[in-house]
């Protein structure tokens, strides 16, 4: 995966640095044998992109510094954004603790619900399936029984 990392000595707390995407490819080369490929993240997911996936929550809160490069709007009903005042990076994918803010405790609770909700939807979905297989193959069973009048 290739991330530029660079610094402009004004905007930032660190020395300039120039992104040099050879010395990093030949960098990689000496560590691990292996040179980067730029371009093979988002041929490989997709890009950005992403309104054919579905069931995806992209929760940020609104302390985490990277949030600036997350989903901060839902983009459809099962593609949801959830943003969390007071949150910091994945709090609320981190165990319960006393301390939590009140804005993850109830993010963590909306979570739980949509993804219920998308489990629920799932296994309704299976089981029409089955039940309509099922209907399917007794139907086909009871048309080739030659019914004998007694």
């Known amino acids: 995966m290739v991330m530029p990392l660079c610094a402009d000595g004004i905007d930032d707390m660190f020395e300039p640095t120039k992104w040099d995407y050879q010395q990093f490819s030949d960098d990689c080369y000496k ?11 988002p041929l490989y997911y997709g890009g950005v ?8 929550i992209f929760s940020n809160g609104d302390l985490d510094p990277w949030s600036g490069g997350g989903i901060l709007k839902s983009l459809s009903d099962s593609l949801i954004a959830i943003i969390i005042k007071g949150g910091a990076h994945h709090l609320d994918l981190r165990a319960k603790n006393k301390d939590d803010p009140s804005s993850v405790v109830e993010a963590r609770e909306q979570e739980v619900k949509i993804i219920g909700q998308w489990i629920a939807e799932a296994q309704a979905r299976k089981l029409g399936s089955r039940d309509a297989a099922i209907r399917t193959w007794t139907e086909k069973r009871m048309a080739s029984v030659k019914h004998v009048r007694l």
Request: proline share 11%.
């Open 49 to 56: 992109n992403i309104t054919s996936s579905s069931n995806i």
């Open 31 to 41: 560590k691990w044998s292996v040179r980067p490929r730029p371009g093979w993240i």
